[in-house]
């Protein structure tokens, strides 16, 4: 049984840039939620998807943006990439309206130069 | 709002010695608390979770209980191991719901040597 996956686990962009990173949740959850890890820090909550709709959304600007796919995968989009957007992008899945808890990916490490 | 703070690492421990990692929250409500770890190069895994008061959450030798009174939710273990070396986030939600959004304090780093 497949946890969550992220993809790409890496990544390199220059300020400015736009970058899509993906997730695609544990098998049997349908409710994805995006979280930001900036280095020695505890994660921060972005937003949080469920039938494909923004359900919660953490102090997190515009430039921050998402999609769930029917399939319950989802892609985490930011744009007029910043030095301070560097950090471990992390997704986390768990099944709507249930008492279990959130599973998380490995994450994806992105890097602004 | 909500919000959880943690004592700062990194803490440095023998094998074998007993382990306390204090956590304490602000919460509106009735707010679900977790303990979560995280090894190098990984993401989070789920140690134990309480939801609601006097609930004690345990995992792999890891306790935790939930203290409405004292707003709290220390982790102990009574014998750590080399490879408990990792850094532990406490973390609560606003509700009994568990899925929804993790409020997270900035970790505790453990290291434990032989």
């Known amino acids: 049984d497949a946890g969550v996956t992220q993809s790409p686990t890496h990544l390199i962009k220059t300020r400015g840039q736009q970058v899509t990173l993906r997730c695609s949740p544990k098998s049997g959850h349908d409710t994805v939620s995006w979280y930001q890890q900036a280095l020695g820090q505890g994660p921060q909550f972005i937003f949080q998807y469920y039938e494909e709709e923004e359900r919660q959304r953490g102090n997190f600007p515009d430039r921050f943006s998402g999609h769930q796919f029917p399939n319950y995968s989802s892609e985490l989009n930011v744009n007029a990439l910043l030095l301070g957007d560097s950090a471990l992008y992390l997704c986390a899945s768990s099944p709507v309206g249930s008492n279990q808890p959130q599973h998380f990916g490995d994450g994806t490490r992105l890097s602004i130069l | 709002g909500n919000s959880v703070t943690q004592m700062e690492g990194p803490v440095t421990l023998s094998e074998e010695a007993f382990l306390t990692i204090n956590c304490t929250y602000t919460?509106?409500?009735?707010?679900?608390l977790f303990w979560y770890v995280q090894y190098p190069g990984e993401g989070l895994q789920l140690l134990l979770k309480a939801t609601k008061a006097d609930d004690k959450g345990s995992n792999k030798g890891f306790e935790a209980t939930y203290r409405k009174e004292t707003t709290s939710f220390h982790l102990e273990k009574g014998s750590v191991q080399v490879s408990d070396s990792a850094v532990y986030f406490c973390a609560l939600t606003p509700s009994p719901n568990s899925g929804y959004a993790l409020n997270f304090g900035k970790g505790t780093s453990l290291l434990v040597t032989p």
């Open positions: 919460a509106t409500g009735y707010p679900s």
